[in-house]
C-alpha cells in the first residue's frame, strides 16, 4: 500500500535546537518526495524535493531508500520556522500526492 | 511565477444549494489540477484529478455527482459542491500541476453549510 507516515502531531524545540521531522513511505514504485511547509493563514509551499538535494532556509532531507524515510533537518531552529510541516509522495505517472498528517513545529524563544 | 488563485475564499450557503469554487493558474498553463478536502488540523485528502477537456478522476470514497468538476481550460478548474450539507463544510485547496511532479497550491476555500 502507499502510505506516508509522519509519527510526530507536535514538535517542540527551543530556538537554536536541532530539528528533525520524520517521514517514512511505503511505495513500490521509485518516490518523488517533497517537503510542503503551510505558515499560519497561508498556502502550502514547496520547501524541498529530493530530487534537487538543495537546502532551503537551511532545511535539508536526505532520501535513504533502505530506511524508505525522508526526514527534513535543520540544524539549528529559529521562531521563524514555526509552522505545519508535510511531507508528500508523488507517484509515478499520475503525479498524484499522498500526503503525510502533518507535524507542527513550535520553535520555542 | 507559478501562482494558483481560488475564488471564492469562503462561502457560507444554505444546506440543499449548490456552491462552485473555481481555481486558476494565473502565469502558466496547468496540465493537470487537483482537488483536495483538509479537515481541521487534519491533512490534505486528494478528492479527485482533473485534466483539462477530460472528466475528472475521482478517489475512491468520492461521489462524482456531489463533486463536480470541470476543467475546461488550461488554466481553470472548477469543483461544484451539488445540494451541500453541513458534512461538506471544509477547507477545499486545489493544486496545479506542469505536467511534472511539483504542484503548486492555491490559498483554499472555507465553505460552511448552515
Known amino acids: 500500500a502507499q502510505r506516508v507516515t509522519q509519527p510526530e502531531k507536535l514538535l517542540s524545540v527551543f530556538k537554536g535546537a536541532p530539528v528533525e521531522l520524520k517521514c517514512n513511505y511505503s511505495?513500490?514504485?521509485?518516490?518523488?518526495l517533497f517537503w510542503y511547509v503551510q505558515y499560519s493563514r497561508q498556502r502550502l509551499q514547496l520547501l524541498l524535493r529530493h530530487i534537487s538535494r538543495e537546502s532551503i532556509k537551511g532545511f535539508t532531507a536526505d532520501l535513504n531508500k533502505g530506511e524508505t524515510s525522508f526526514h527534513l533537518k535543520k540544524p539549528f531552529a529559529q521562531e521563524e520556522d514555526s509552522a505545519m510541516y508535510y511531507c508528500a509522495l508523488s507517484t509515478s505517472g499520475t503525479y498524484k500526492y499522498i500526503f503525510g498528517t502533518g507535524t507542527r513545529l513550535k520553535v520555542l524563544a | 511565477g507559478a501562482v494558483v488563485s481560488q475564488h471564492p475564499s469562503w462561502v457560507i450557503c444554505k444546506s440543499g444549494t449548490s456552491v462552485k469554487i473555481e481555481c486558476r493558474s494565473l502565469?502558466?498553463?496547468?496540465?493537470?489540477m487537483f482537488w483536495y478536502r483538509q479537515f481541521p488540523k487534519q491533512s490534505l485528502m486528494l478528492m479527485a484529478t482533473s485534466n483539462e477537456g477530460s472528466k475528472a478522476t475521482y478517489e475512491q470514497g468520492v461521489e462524482k455527482d456531489k463533486f463536480l468538476i470541470n476543467h475546461a481550460s488550461l488554466t481553470l478548474s472548477t469543483l461544484t459542491v451539488t445540494s451541500a450539507h453541513p458534512e461538506d463544510s471544509s477547507f477545499y485547496i486545489c493544486?496545479?500541476?506542469?505536467?511534472?511532479?511539483?504542484?503548486?497550491f492555491g490559498p483554499g476555500t472555507r465553505l460552511t453549510v448552515l
Open positions: 493544486s496545479a500541476s506542469l505536467g511534472t511532479h511539483e504542484q503548486f
Open positions: 502565469d502558466f498553463q496547468a496540465t493537470t
Open positions: 511505495y513500490s514504485g521509485s518516490p518523488e
